[in-house]
């Protein structure tokens, strides 16, 4: 190798992006190399950028947006993120995404009808399962009722087996704290007949 040569060896980048070396000694003008790009490697890892909120049944969820990255934390795009709802899953959009130029999709139509704590878990190919912080889905106004237990045949003046009445929404969710009243056909029902509905039966 001729004199006055420097090899340098073993330089790396970890940040993805554009750059350009340069040169400095002692007496020398600075010099600049030509600009190289850095780019991303495949995607390591899932992070959520926004959180899911706790949401009523049948509402969408506020968008969720997650992030994939690479060893150093690069965002990675073109990597189809899958999202589920557990332990009960999600009503709408499950639909897969592709990451953008930022590494990052959106999910915007999620929604849940089953009322109970949820978490989402989004997924994509050789990437470790994510799961989110936990939400609560909660359930709409009572809009029907239904007997969960029937009434057996007794006789006059004897205890009815006990009738358990369901209070729920539209999706069949149980709703607590409902005033329900029982009434009978052609006749008079002695005992309580108005309760209110608890919150777990």
């Known amino acids: 190798m001729a004199g006055g040569v420097v090899n340098f ?8 992006g554009t750059y350009t070396l340069t040169l400095s000694a002692a007496g020398s003008v600075s010099v600049n190399s030509t600009s190289f790009k850095v780019t991303a490697g495949a995607a390591t890892a899932l992070d959520y950028v926004t959180q899911p909120n706790n949401v009523n049944a049948g509402t969408d969820i506020n968008p969720v947006t997650v992030e994939a990255v690479d060893t150093f934390g690069n965002p990675v795009s073109g990597v189809s993120v899958a999202v589920i709802g557990t332990p009960t899953a999600l009503t709408t959009g499950t639909t897969p995404l592709v990451t953008n130029a930022a590494g990052e999709v959106v999910f915007s139509n999620l ?7 949820e978490q989402l878990q989004v997924s994509a190919a050789g990437v470790p399962n ?4 936990a ?4 359930a709409l106004a009572a809009s029907k009722l239904s007997f969960f237990t029937e009434p057996a045949s007794t006789n006059s003046g004897s205890l009815l087996t006990p009738v358990t009445v ?15 009243k029982m009434g009978i056909s052609a006749s008079t029902l002695n005992g309580t007949t108005t309760i209110v509905s608890n919150p777990a039966w």
């Open 135 to 138: 939400f609560t889905v909660s």
């Open 166 to 180: 369901l209070a729920a929404d539209k999706y069949g969710n149980p709703v607590a704290g409902v005033s329900v």
């Open 111 to 117: 929604s849940e009808t089953t009322a109970g704590n």
């Open 130 to 133: 994510l799961l989110s912080s």
């Open 9 to 16: 060896a073993g330089l790396s980048v970890n940040t993805a």
